[in-house]
Structure formats: C-alpha cells, structure tokens
C-alpha cells in the first residue's frame, strides 16, 4: 500500500504560479510511473504530467511549457510547478502512483486550484 498525500492548492489570480506537492508514504520512485491528473467540475479527469522512473517526463499539451514536474527522492515528493495559470487551469488535480507490473494504481485525496479571470 502507498499513501499519497496532496497540498499546495488554493486561489489564485490569472498569470499567478502555484507549486502542489505530493508526498508519498515510501520509497516508490523508482518502480512507479508518478502523475499528476486534474479535473474539473462536469469533465473527466485528465492526464496533466507523467514522470518515469527514470525521470522522462510528459506533459499534455495545455500545459506544455508552463507546468514542470520533479520529485525530491530524498522526501519521496513529488512537485508540480504551475506557472501563468489560466482559469481554464481551475480543477481538483490529484497524483497518482502506477507501480510498473502491477494491475492498480494510488491516488491522492486531491487539490483544489482555483484560477481568477
């Protein structure tokens, strides 16, 4: 079992930054593919960034160039920088633990962010 524990969320304006953090309960960076997803009210929830473990990241394309994701080993966090945020950027956004070869995945309890036009 992984416990994923989100923060890092809240109100800001358009063009503003916000750095969400997700600190996972162990060591699992090594063997999990760890995302951050979002969804907001009345969409599906939608892949925002991946990183491998090897640290090759992906990125959907609304977020390109301004989204960054890292991970601290040493904490067992894993970062999402978001920067010039747009109020279409305004959802819940959860991380997600994928243990490579296994069938299930973890996911946090989530994030509120809230982008002002």
């Known amino acids: 079992q992984v416990q994923l524990v989100e923060s890092g969320g809240g109100l800001v304006q358009a063009g503003g930054s916000l750095t969400l953090s997700c600190a996972a309960s162990?060591?699992?960076?090594?063997?999990?593919?760890m995302g951050w997803y979002r969804q907001a009210p009345g969409k599906q929830r939608e892949m925002v960034a991946h990183m491998l473990p090897k640290g090759n990241t992906n990125y959907a394309d609304s977020v390109k160039g301004r989204f960054t994701i890292s991970r601290d080993n040493d904490k067992n966090t894993v970062y999402l920088r978001m920067n010039s945020l747009k109020p279409d950027d305004t959802a819940v956004y959860y991380c997600?633990?994928?243990?490579?070869?296994?069938?299930?995945?973890?996911w946090g309890q989530g994030t509120q962010v809230t982008v002002s036009s």
């Open positions: 162990r060591s699992i960076f090594s063997s999990a593919l």
């Open positions: 997600n633990a994928q243990i490579i070869g296994r069938p299930t995945g973890y």
